[in-house]
């Protein structure tokens, strides 16, 4: 499977700030995605990165708060903007792509908004 | 009714006990299941995944999957302390199949008592 890092490993943000992540990838992948888990949830998809295109958002999530970019097939971005203390959750990247139509995560981004 | 069903647990067995995990989704046209371990402050780990009714052994895992029941299970046997973590179960349904976009059930606590 790929190795995947994602920067920052955790942050701690004040309200109204914006934060970037970063999803890398050490091998060409089809399909990257960016999840949210909040304390004691679950996973849940924000979108799906596309390359050369727009990203593809999940119903309750809008590109104006979640900004991606996937400038190629190996990197992509998660913004979180104007953020919020309900904004503090593990943002985490995945990848999928050959014939087992398999997702392996990122280790996560663990962001606590004040 | 959520589409991807977990007991939350904990479910507690003692070392060397078969652990027995349960899944059941909504949606009848689903294709493919994977099985995830999550241990606390960590990202999702792929154990298995499991597209054809039956059984599929890997090691201690073996997941089990019934169609028509619309229930997929994974069973781990000789449980050791080290199998505590939170099992995450994901489904592709029929609606998103070739997208590679997955449901999460919440996961279940798993506790292997030494």
């Known amino acids: 499977s790929a190795v995947i890092s994602q920067k920052p490993s955790r942050d701690i943000c004040q309200r109204g700030t914006s934060l970037t992540i970063q999803c890398q990838v050490d091998?060409?992948?089809?399909?990257m995605f960016w999840y949210r888990q909040q304390p004691g949830q679950s996973l849940t998809l924000i979108a799906t990165?596309?390359?050369?295109?727009?990203?593809?958002?999940e119903s309750g999530f809008v590109i104006d708060k979640f900004p991606i970019s996937r400038p190629n097939l190996t990197f992509s971005t998660l913004t979180v903007s104007n953020m919020s203390p309900e904004d503090s959750s593990i943002y985490l990247c995945?990848?999928?792509?050959?014939?087992?139509?398999?997702?392996?995560f990122g280790p996560g981004t663990r962001l606590t908004v004040l | 009714q959520k589409e991807v069903e977990q007991n939350s647990g904990p479910l507690s067995v003692p070392e060397g006990a078969i652990a027995s995990l349960n899944c059941t989704y909504s949606?009848?046209?689903?294709?493919?299941f994977f099985w995830y371990r999550q241990y606390s402050g960590k990202s999702p780990e792929l154990i298995m995944s499991?597209?054809?009714?039956g059984d599929k052994e890997d090691g201690r895992f073996t997941a089990q999957l019934n169609k028509a029941s619309q229930y997929v299970s994974l069973l781990i046997r000789d449980s050791q302390p080290s199998d505590s973590a939170t099992y995450l179960c994901?489904?592709?349904?029929?609606?998103?199949?070739?997208?590679?976009?997955?449901?999460f059930g919440t996961g279940t606590r798993l506790k292997v008592l030494a």
């Open positions: 995945s990848v999928a792509g050959g014939t087992d139509n398999e997702q392996f």
């Open positions: 091998s060409q992948v089809t399909m």
């Open positions: 990165a596309n390359q050369g295109s727009e990203a593809t958002y």
């Open positions: 949606d009848r046209g689903s294709q493919s």
């Open positions: 499991i597209y054809s009714n």
């Open positions: 994901a489904v592709n349904p029929s609606t998103t199949s070739g997208t590679y976009k997955y449901i």
